[in-house]
């Protein structure tokens, strides 16, 4: 029987239990850090939505003020270069001549259906113009001819909000002046389209007062933000506290088992 003879050279390879032990606190540094850090984006964007909802609340509130206060007259060339998103949807008034023959269809959606807003110059007393959006027809109407009776001709009187413009056109349409196609109220386009000088950067929503022959028809402006701020701020607090009650569980729970990232 022959006896097994030592090579006399030492074993140098690696139990790999004692390797993946050795490994299994910087795993746990990783992993805690990496959910640390995952926790804290989560509870910024929670507090990101919580501020977005408190300036959304407060938007709202100066905008109902604007709309619900007595008219003011329309901003003059003075404080056109100073017109911003704080002057939207004031409540203004203004008066002149309507220049019908130079009106322009824009494309809308409202709640009679599919159709034309009419936005028509109208010049002040001190020649300078402002768009008026008079209000919507249907497309069986855009013909002026078919609703003369609203082309009113001599001094009148507007009442409405002022709007911002709205350049570019809509979503994936894009305004094409020498066509006569337009998705958006873009005052400088449209001036410049018609031939319009000295007009005011803004236009103007005429409120619902009836026109001549019921056409067109007024006080259509939609006033919405939209305002999902609080369950956004929700969802993203949620999540950093399912995180947060996991990493516990992992590293506290289990009846003692630290292996948190192993």
Known sequence: MRKKVGTGVADT???PRSAASSRTPLRRIVFGLGAAFVFLVLLG???WQVQRRAWKLDLIARTDARVHAAPVEAPGPAA????GPDDAYRHVRLSGQFLNGR????????EYGAGFWVLTPLRRSDGTLVLVNRGFVPGSRRDPASREA????????????????????????ANDPAQGRWYSRDVAAIAAARGLSDIAPYFVDADATPNPGGLP??????????NNHLVYAITWYGLAAMLGGFFVYRRFGRRGDSSFGE
Do not use: C, H, K, N
């Open 13 to 15: 390879r690696t139990d």
């Open 80 to 83: 056109w270069p100073g017109i």
């Open 103 to 110: 009106e322009t269809l824009v494309q809308a959606l409202t």
């Open 217 to 226: 028809i007024g006080g259509l402006t939609v006033i919405s933000f939209p």
């Open 150 to 173: 609203g082309q009113v001709a001599g001094p009148v009187s507007v009442t409405g909000l002022l709007r911002l413009t709205e350049p570019g056109g809509a979503f994936l349409r």
């Open 45 to 47: 964007l929670g507090t």
